[in-house]
């Protein structure tokens, strides 16, 4: 499963495939969490956390724990 974090980047890439503006709302962090809970009852074993530019995430440390303590592989 792939999760958009956050529409944020700190580049301007012509060829960019987010169709987004870069200001759109992201989801906190316990919602976030329901998402990576429901995502490895459906059976998904793997979360790549993704955007925008993921990093600029402050939740992205806390999001991989949770995702590998719940079992799932990261990326």
Same mark, same amino acid.
């Given at each position: 499963?792939? $999760?958009?974090?956050?529409?944020?980047?700190? =580049?301007?890439?012509? %060829?960019?495939?987010?169709? !987004?503006?870069? =200001?759109?709302? #992201?989801?906190?962090? #316990?919602?976030?969490?329901?998402?990576? =809970? !429901?995502?490895?009852?459906?059976?998904?074993? %793997?979360? @790549?956390? @993704?955007?925008?530019?993921? @990093?600029? #995430?402050?939740? $992205? !440390?806390?999001?991989?724990? %949770?995702?590998? =303590?719940?079992?799932?592989? @990261?990326?």
């Amino acid at each position: 499963m792939d $999760l958009a974090l956050t529409y944020g980047c700190n =580049d301007n890439c012509g %060829h960019c495939y987010v169709a !987004r503006p870069r =200001d759109t709302p #992201s989801l906190g962090l #316990s919602e976030w969490k329901q998402v990576i =809970d !429901r995502c490895w009852a459906a059976g998904i074993p %793997h979360i @790549t956390f @993704t955007g925008g530019e993921a @990093t600029l #995430s402050p939740h $992205l !440390r806390e999001l991989i724990e %949770h995702a590998e =303590d719940v079992g799932m592989v @990261t990326g």
